[in-house]
T-cell receptor
Framework: AQKITQTQPGMFVQEKEAVTLDCTYD???????LFWYKQPSSGEMIFLIY??????QNATEGRYSLNFQKARKSANLVISASQLGDSAMYFC???????????FGKGTMLLVSP | GAVVSQHPSRVICKSGTSVKIECRSL??????MFWYRQFPKKSLMLMAT?????????EQGVEKDKFLINHASLTLSTLTVTSAHPEDSSFYIC???????????FGSGTRLTVV
């Protein structure tokens, strides 16, 4: 079974600062994918970034980057230059390669203050 | 990019009635659809996985007779909550992957309230 652990229930950051959201995972699959999604209060799940287990470089997408440390089984999301619109729930998820499903962590609520 | 349209966004129904939620992939063929349930301030829990043209695979503890899933075409999957009760009130959200879409595209979710 695969598991995602997000230990930060809530994080606060000031506008324009960088913030790191933690994610650790557990899997016995040699091949897997890691996803980060943003869920604003409206409820939709917005895809942010993806990291494959065999990717040599850390994934980046605009202001989002993934600090992937395979040996430590961590895939932390870094948001640079936070904006007020970044306030939302953030979920880390792992793809079960055998069944092509996603297992989600409990999420981290990020609040960005002016 | 890939889009999944989910309707309705909100529904209030009386206890004992059935509610149908639709998810449509607009610009790709969704060979697999996933249905999740989310309680307030909680994570997404996978309810079932459906492949086009075959029966859905339900997760342990999910009542297949209460949550009917149909995936009759490559662009449409439906979740019907039968004989709904207040404890079925929740946020339901679908996601899809398939040809022409890498990854998992989510619908916008449906907030169901059973009164």
């Amino acid at each position: 079974a695969q598991k995602i652990t997000q230990t930060q229930p809530g994080m606060f950051v000031q506008e324009k600062e960088a913030v790191t959201l933690d994610c650790t995972y557990d899997t016995s699959d040699p091949s897997y994918g890691l996803f980060w999604y943003k869920q604003p209060s409206s409820g939709e799940m917005i895809f942010l970034i993806y990291q494959g287990s065999y990717d040599q470089q850390n994934a980046t997408e605009g202001r989002y980057s993934l600090n992937f440390q395979k040996a430590r089984k961590s895939a932390n999301l870094v948001i640079s230059a936070s904006q007020l619109g970044d306030s939302a729930m953030y979920f880390c998820a792992i793809e079960n390669s055998g069944y092509s499903t996603l297992t989600f962590g409990k999420g981290t609520m990020l609040l960005v203050s002016p | 990019g890939a889009v999944v349209s989910q309707h309705p966004s909100r529904v209030i129904c009386k206890s004992g009635t059935s509610v149908k939620i639709e998810c449509r992939s607009l610009d790709f063929q969704a060979t697999t659809m996933f249905w999740y349930r989310q309680f307030p301030k909680k994570s997404l829990m996978l309810m079932a996985t459906s492949n086009e043209g075959s029966k859905a695979t339900y997760e342990q503890g999910v009542e297949k007779d209460k949550f009917l899933i149909n995936h009759a075409s490559l662009t449409l999957s439906t979740l019907t909550v039968t004989s709904a009760h207040p404890e079925d009130s929740s946020f339901y959200i679908c996601s899809a992957n398939g040809q022409g879409n890498y990854g998992y595209t989510f619908g916008s979710g449906t907030r169901l309230t059973v009164v």
